[in-house]
């Protein structure tokens, strides 16, 4: 009965690994089917072989490691047989441990071999199991390319940091789990067959066994001491001193403290292992003490004392050289070096005629922020429950002839949205697929009624310009979580017309092609979808589309880069559309650099990929950025036919790469302390910089990095920046503004203009406050603010005009009862002058007069009627008229109670009062 029930055992055992077998085998080789769709079977191997061998290689040296060791244990224990047997005074004197336990005498018997086998296959299983991820960190090393640079302490290529560390450490965190895992163990099972002799009387004798334990112990000891030899090159990524990187008492305690370490700890290995011979067991409990005493004082005393009073009486005199080696290799680290440096002559003689010499940055003044944007485009241009724009990006076109900054936003379908009774399993993987199309909208143009002026909108699309689309179809996006089968018996769900749908076909082949029945259940398996198998719409010819996210899709492919956290949708000159997204390499170990990230200890970023995914398709390319980063290298050598150089990119799509924001953020707040290349300066933290603050809907936060056009001082024409405002720390005045260039030739190259320290420059947080003390705003501010409607403030923008300054601030207004915010007003801020008028071109005129025609790009669309505020050369008597008809209505609206309206027809009044004003002065 009892053997019946363990077969069944064995047979439930082998039926869950055989299950277990086909699910992984299942999961490779659909994973493989995937690869190859697009083309990257390759990669597939390289990763999977990488992981597999490094597996092998670990379990296979571990397993013969653990087993051997538990060999010699085996043989070397008192079977029971061989214990004393006679009731005579010795045996009696004799105490054995646990004897009766049969597990015990099991792993004393005949068949304790496969006991010992079974306990290491599970060592070698529990430690291999936690390499896979490692295996980049093998590659890395066996592929390695060198710097070029060196390090101010060891005079070591800083590939050594990046590639030889890591993979060292990698082996010495393996090596000493395994050997303290073995000791354990074989501790253990010597612990089972021990006398209480071990405890009472022959602790101080040396046995096999405690010779034994003693080579393992020497064996712990030796590799401990090149644990500390690693550590010494670990100083140069110090977090104790006034910068990162190794500092005075590093230097001079913590170095020492671990080369005295090491040779200690490779002494007690030398006393462990002649003491097997001399017998002499005190002498290791005395290393080991001496060893811990020496830990203890040299790694946590001598370091105290050495900073408490050594250093911090001289601090600055002691640090010098290593403060100037922090500036040095945080620079080197954020391509900060390459950073150039220029005086901003500031003046205050900018005129209309001025503005007009820069009409490409006047007609590019972004005045819509994406927060209101993004709902008002959800408002006006989602068109059913179940479109979504997820997201607003912006980018800079030719359009029309014009070089253009515009906002754009795709239309991607969203399937939780759609109605319960459309949940179904048909329609969520075989009819709604794809999203469609997307909208454009200039960053300067203001329609009727304070909308974002388009020129794509709508389903199909409609186009305002030369800028067409010609696949509007978006089946890979930054929504699109889940995988759905095209090419079926099912029509697909193209857009909505009217009362009707249009449909349409999958005309890509880069999907997974269900091909064959056996491939369609496996592809059920791996998916957990047994409807695949049932539905009666697939067929042979059907595809699948999986992992559509293009985040999680180019991880799949890349998983060792960094991505940005902001994909955007660029139109190719041929109407397709695709994402670029941009990806980092980082590291955590160059020396002496200033982390970016407190909780990984990321000291080393390059934007050294971008990444390019069509959306209709889903296939992807990876183009090189910056060839010179050692890590790209690397990776191009293990990877040969990934990456292409950025020359290769389709020339429609590298006229749209920009310079990313979160590389700009990080470099920007690595500056404000780093442009101080003088160490006295730094020490004394005399000129650090902040990002300074703005009011964006009422709460204080942080400016962000934006994109403007401008043609920056001593340049030709104007070109695509990406900017942001530095001031001093504890002072509100603006001290530099930083910027990135990414036009042409020019990508990547970056600038610092910093203004006369003899001058005041008015930072972003004072110009707010003279926006909040202006009468006049503040007084209409309070009329919308009232009943049903608010005010939203958007963005501020520093804008460089030759060698001046202008401030430019959206106000939207919305109404209570409405989602849809409107752009109603431009601030706008020059020298002394503050202004708020209805469009930027009033605004400017307002500031700057009126002799010579504002621009025309952000003039309302709509053309003003005869006699109306927008006309020209009104008369006398029809501007008194027009005073009439604002007041009788502003008294109207007053009556029903509707503020905003009170207002809009108060500020008509006003500037109705001033035309008069200036044709009767």
């Not at 493989?32 to 597939?44: G, I, M, Q, R």
């Not at 390059?606 to 990876?622: H, I, L, P, Q």
């Not at 070109?719 to 002072?731: A, F, K, V």
């Not at 009788?888 to 001033?914: P, S, V």
């Amino acid at each position: 009965m009892e053997n019946r029930s363990n077969s069944g055992i064995v047979k439930l055992l082998v039926f869950m690994v055989v299950i277990a077998a086909i699910s992984s085998l299942s999961n490779y080789y659909i994973d493989w089917l995937w690869f190859k769709s697009l083309k990257f079977e390759d990669v597939f191997v390289t990763i999977l072989l990488s992981k597999l061998g490094l597996i092998a290689v670990v379990f296979l040296l571990i397993f013969l490691f653990i087993w051997v060791n538990l060999n010699l244990t085996r043989k070397n224990v008192t079977p029971e047989s061989e214990r004393p047997q006679d009731d005579n005074e010795e045996s009696r004197k004799t105490i054995y441990l646990n004897p009766q336990a049969n597990w015990v005498q099991f792993l004393k018997g005949e068949n304790s071999k496969w006991a010992y086998l079974a306990i290491s296959l599970v060592g070698a299983y529990m430690v291999s199991s936690t390499v896979d991820s490692k295996w980049i960190v093998v590659q890395q090393f066996l592929n390695r390319v060198s710097f070029g640079v060196s390090d101010p302490v060891f005079n070591l290529d800083l590939s050594f940091y990046f590639f030889n560390l890591s993979f060292y450490e990698f082996i010495y965190g393996t090596l000493i789990f395994v050997l303290v895992i073995t000791l354990i163990a074989v501790g253990m099972l010597y612990l089972i067959n021990a006398t209480s002799d071990l405890f009472l009387l022959d602790w101080k004798q040396f046995s096999f066994a405690k010779s034994h334990l003693a080579v393992l112990a020497a064996a712990f000891f030796v590799v401990k001491a090149w644990g500390y030899k690693l550590a010494t090159y670990e100083i140069l990524l110090s977090s104790n001193g006034v910068v990162f990187g190794a500092t005075y008492t590093d230097i001079f305690a913590r170095l020492l403290s671990n080369r005295v370490l090491m040779v200690v700890a490779l002494l007690v290995a030398i006393i462990i292992i002649v003491n097997i011979f001399i017998k002499r067991f005190t002498w290791i409990v005395y290393s080991i003490g001496a060893w811990l005493v020496v830990a203890f004082l040299l790694g946590g005393v001598y370091p105290t004392v050495m900073q408490k009073l050594v250093v911090q009486p001289n601090e600055f005199t002691k640090e010098k050289p290593y403060i100037e080696s922090a500036i040095k290799y945080t620079s080197l680290a954020y391509q900060l070096n390459e950073m150039q440096s220029k005086e901003f002559q500031i003046d205050y003689n900018l005129t209309m005629d001025d503005l007009n010499n820069n009409q490409d940055t006047v007609d590019n003044i972004r005045l819509w922020d994406w927060v209101p944007l993004q709902t008002t485009y959800k408002s006006l241009q989602e068109l059913r429950p179940y479109y979504e724009f997820n997201d607003v990006d912006i980018d800079r076109y030719v359009i029309d002839g014009d070089y253009r900054q515009v906002m754009l936003s795709t239309r991607e379908i969203e399937q939780t949205n759609l109605s319960d009774q459309a949940k179904t399993w048909v329609n969520e993987r075989l009819v709604y697929t794809h999203g469609y199309g997307l909208v454009v909208s200039p960053v300067t143009e203001i329609a009727q009624e304070g909308l974002p002026e388009f020129l794509i909108k709508d389903i199909p699309p409609q186009f305002a310009s030369d800028l067409k689309i010609s696949r509007p179809e978006i089946y890979f996006g930054e929504m699109t979580n889940n995988y759905v089968i095209v090419n079926t018996q099912q029509k697909e769900f193209d857009y909505p017309m009217g009362d009707e749908n249009v449909f349409s076909e999958y005309q890509g082949d880069s999907g997974l092609s269900i091909n064959s029945w056996p491939r369609r259940l496996m592809l059920s398996l791996v998916l957990q979808d047994y409807k695949m198998i049932l539905s009666t719409d697939i067929s042979n010819d059907s595809q699948v589309l999986m992992n559509r996210n293009i985040a999680d899709r180019v991880k799949r492919i890349t998983p060792y880069l960094k991505y940005d956290n902001d994909p955007y949708m660029v139109i190719n000159d041929d109407g397709k559309l695709y994402w670029i997204m941009d990806a980092y390499t980082t590291s955590n170990k160059f020396p002496y650099s200033q982390p970016f990230d407190s909780s990984t200890g990321e000291n080393y970023i390059r934007n050294s990929v971008k990444a390019v995914c069509d959306a209709y398709t889903g296939e992807m390319s990876f183009y090189i950025a910056d060839a010179a980063d050692p890590v790209i290298q690397t990776y191009s050598k293990i990877f040969p036919k990934l990456f292409k150089p950025l020359e290769e990119m389709p020339e429609g799509l590298k006229l749209h790469i920009r310079y990313p924001v979160d590389l700009f953020t990080i470099q920007a707040g690595i500056y404000s302390s780093y442009h101080m290349s003088d160490p006295g300066v730094f020490y004394n933290k005399e000129d650090i910089w902040i990002l300074p603050a703005e009011l964006v809907g009422g709460q204080e936060q942080q400016i962000e990095p934006y994109y403007i056009v401008t043609r920056l001082p001593g340049e030709e024409k104007a070109e695509y920046i990406l900017m942001l405002p530095y001031t001093p720390n504890g002072r509100p005045n603006m001290i530099a503004w930083m910027c990135a260039r990414m036009d042409g030739d020019q990508y990547g190259n970056k600038l610092v203009y910093r203004f006369p320290k003899q001058e005041t420059i008015y930072g972003p947080m004072q110009i707010e406050s003279r926006i909040n003390q202006d009468t006049e705003i503040s007084r209409q501010l309070s009329l919308w603010n009232q009943k049903g409607s608010s005010t939203l403030r958007g963005n501020l923008l520093v804008i460089p005009i030759d060698n001046s300054l202008l401030y430019v601030e959206p106000l939207y207004l919305q109404s209570d009862n409405s989602q849809m915010p409107e752009l109603k007003r431009i601030i706008a801020a020059y020298g002394n002058k503050v202004v708020m008028e209805e469009t930027l071109d009033q605004a400017l005129v307002a500031i700057f007069g009126s002799a010579t025609k504002p621009p025309a790009s952000s003039t309302p669309t709509t053309t003003p009627p005869p006699g109306s505020e927008g006309s020209d050369d009104k008369s006398v008597v029809e501007l008194a008229q027009m005073a009439r008809q604002y007041y009788d209505q502003a008294n109207e609206r007053l009556k029903a109670g509707d503020w905003a309206g009170y207002g809009d027809y108060i500020n008509k009044l006003n500037d109705a009062i001033r035309q008069l004003e200036a044709i009767t002065n």
